[in-house]
C-alpha cells in the first residue's frame, strides 16, 4: 500500500515537470545563439550586448575582414566561439547576386571540403583551437548537385554541423551532430517572436539554436531592441535554460547520449 502510494507520488511528480533536466545545473533546455557571416554589426552591437548579458555566442564565420581580425580575436579570447563558415560562402547562383566562379554550382564536393579545411586553418589563427563546428552556406549541403556533408564527416576536420533548419525546438538525445537544425530568424523580428521559440524549448525540453545575420545594422536585420530583449528573457530564465556556444553544448549532448 505504502508502496503504491510511492510510486503514485513520483508518477504525479513526473507529469506535473514540464520537461526533463537534461543539461548541466539542471536546466531544462539549451539555447545557442549563432550569428553567421562575420558581419560588422555583429562585432559593434551583438557581442557587446552578449557581454552586457553574460551570455556567450557563436560567430560562423566566412570572408573575415582583414581590419576585423583582432576583434576576432579578442572575442574568442572571452569565451564566445569561432566557427566555420566556409571561406567565400558559396551558395546557389539564384540565391543571390554573386561571381559566378564562387557560386555553389562551380564547386565539387572535394573542393568545398577543401576550402573548409583552409578556413579551420584560419580559424585555428584567431584562436588557437584545432577544430571548430561549421555552418552550412545559406543551410545548403550540397554544391552542383552533390551533397558535401557525408565527405566533409569522413573527413572529420569540423566537430559538428548546423546544417538543417528547424521551425521548433529539437530533442537533442536523437540528434546528429552533424546535422543539427536551426531557426533562420525573419528579417526584423520582434523580442516576442524571438522569444516566442526559446519559451517553446523551455516548456518541451530540446534545444533551440537561432541563426542571427546582422545586428542593428547589415543585412537580414534583427533590431538592437528586440536581439536585446531576448537576452534579457534568457537572462531572467538562466535556471531554467543553459545558454552556451553551440559547440559546448553539442560537446554536452556526446558526452551525454
Ligand atoms: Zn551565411
Same mark, same amino acid.
Given at each position: ?110 573542393q ?90 523551455r516548456?518541451? +525540453? ?7 545575420? +546582422? ?32 559547440g ?10
Amino acid at each position: 500500500m505504502f508502496r503504491a502510494l510511492l510510486v503514485a507520488l513520483a508518477l504525479a511528480a513526473a507529469a506535473s515537470t514540464p520537461a526533463a533536466a537534461r543539461w548541466p545545473n539542471g536546466a531544462r533546455a539549451a539555447v545557442a545563439l549563432t550569428y553567421d557571416d562575420a558581419l560588422a554589426s555583429q562585432l559593434d552591437n551583438a557581442a557587446p550586448a552578449l557581454e552586457r548579458a553574460g551570455l556567450r555566442g557563436t560567430f560562423f564565420l566566412s570572408s573575415v575582414r582583414r581590419e576585423h581580425v583582432a576583434r576576432w580575436r579578442a572575442l574568442a579570447k572571452k569565451g564566445h566561439e569561432l566557427a566555420n563558415h566556409s571561406l567565400f560562402h558559396p551558395c546557389p547562383a539564384a540565391s543571390y547576386p554573386a561571381d559566378p566562379r564562387y557560386t555553389s554550382e562551380a564547386y565539387s564536393p572535394a573542393q568545398m571540403v577543401r576550402e573548409i579545411a583552409q578556413q579551420e586553418t584560419l580559424l585555428t589563427a584567431l584562436d588557437g583551437r584545432r577544430a571548430h563546428g561549421f555552418a552550412s552556406p545559406c543551410t545548403i549541403n550540397q554544391v552542383n548537385g552533390q551533397d558535401y556533408l557525408e565527405p566533409l564527416r569522413t573527413a572529420g576536420i569540423v566537430t559538428y554541423g548546423r546544417t538543417a533548419v528547424a521551425a521548433e525546438p529539437v530533442d537533442a538525445s536523437r540528434l546528429d551532430p552533424m546535422r543539427i537544425p536551426a531557426l533562420e530568424t525573419p528579417e526584423n523580428p520582434s523580442g516576442a517572436q524571438l522569444i516566442a521559440f526559446a519559451e517553446r524549448a523551455r516548456v518541451n +525540453g530540446g534545444l533551440a539554436v537561432y541563426v542571427f545575420h +546582422g545586428v542593428g545594422g547589415d543585412y537580414l536585420q534583427t533590431a538592437n531592441p528586440a536581439h536585446e530583449a531576448l537576452l534579457v528573457w534568457l537572462k531572467a530564465h538562466r535556471r531554467d535554460i543553459w545558454v552556451a556556444p553551440l559547440g559546448e553544448i553539442v560537446a554536452w549532448t556526446k558526452a551525454h547520449p
